[in-house]
């Protein structure tokens, strides 16, 4: 009669522990390739380099620092003009009556990182499963880049159409008192501001940001991608300036600072520019005549002004604070 040897009995009950969160199948870049039936491009080399040793779980928790240094970072860009450029970029500036101090400027940011270590951190921590369960992957092949150009297309579209109608929601009486208002205390926004919100809407406008990769799941670095420049654009789109040069002009249906501002200045009853990045859902469901009415109404005075000759600076110093129509 064959008995297990103790080795093979503490096998057989020992309780099995799995491998590490899920890390690239292949320990050396020629069973890659193998796998592949080809040799890896330059950049999946680099990234399998990188990557291999490295569970998802970790490779996921790199949103943490690329938020934190976006966070930190690049509202820098903007104060940084306004130091050493300011004769330069002061006709850009959409609200040009209203100056925050350095004290103001510094409690936003540390408003914004007590938000980030108490809720954005952990809530990158701890929503993982959520990622994998929707196939955020980050194995070879890389995706091409007109792969991720589509995917991220599709990330900010279903983003922008959900977040308007949250951001509705939350200009009812009871959202905007609740939650909403924390983030309109800045009725001219500034890049530290973006993230500037009560713990709840943060929470709450992070489904919006997951529905378009659950929808369209794609690799980890187009994820990355996704949270970096929704970010990025939140940033630009609260930094107060209204500048020519700025790439995202280009972009079909692409508010802009220019267009936010105007919610957050005409004040807390705001019923107008809702939508976070595009106009369309404004247009289509009628949220932004105000916007467009105060449009054509400065520019009627600019032609006016122009017409008798006399200087005028940027739209806003003749209104923007001025003429107010929601």
Known sequence: MNQDSPSHIRQKFSPQIPPPLSMLPHATVQEAET?????????????????????????????ILFLFVIFSALPLYYIFLEIFFMDSIKSYKIQPKVKLSVSEVFRCYKSVMRMFFLVVGPLQLVSYPSI????????????????????????????????YWIHR????????????????????????????????EILILGIPSFMGPAFVPGHMITFWL???LRQIEAIETHCGYDFPWTPTRYIPFYGGPDYHDYHHYVGGK???????????????????????YQKKVLQQLRA???SNGEQIGVLHNISAQDVKVD
């Open 35 to 63: 796998a592949l039936g080809r040799s890896l491009t330059t950049a999946e080399a680099i990234w399998f380099n990188y990557s291999a040793a490295k569970s998802d779980y970790f490779l996921y928790c790199h949103n």
């Open 132 to 163: 994998k369960m929707i196939g955020i992957r980050t194995s070879l092949p890389l995706p091409s880049l007109w792969e991720i150009i589509a995917q991220l297309g599709v990330y900010f579209i279903v983003e922008d159409y959900l977040n």
């Open 304 to 306: 006016g002004l122009k």
């Open 226 to 228: 996704w949270i970096g």
């Open 169 to 200: 929601f939350l200009h009812c009486k009871w959202g905007y008192e609740r939650i909403h208002k924390v983030h309109r205390e800045y009725t001219a926004p500034i890049g530290f501001a973006a993230p500037y919100a009560h713990w709840a």
């Open 270 to 292: 705001s019923q107008s520019n809702f939508a976070s990045v595009f106009t369309y859902c404004d247009y289509l469901y009628g949220t932004a005549k105000g916007y467009r």
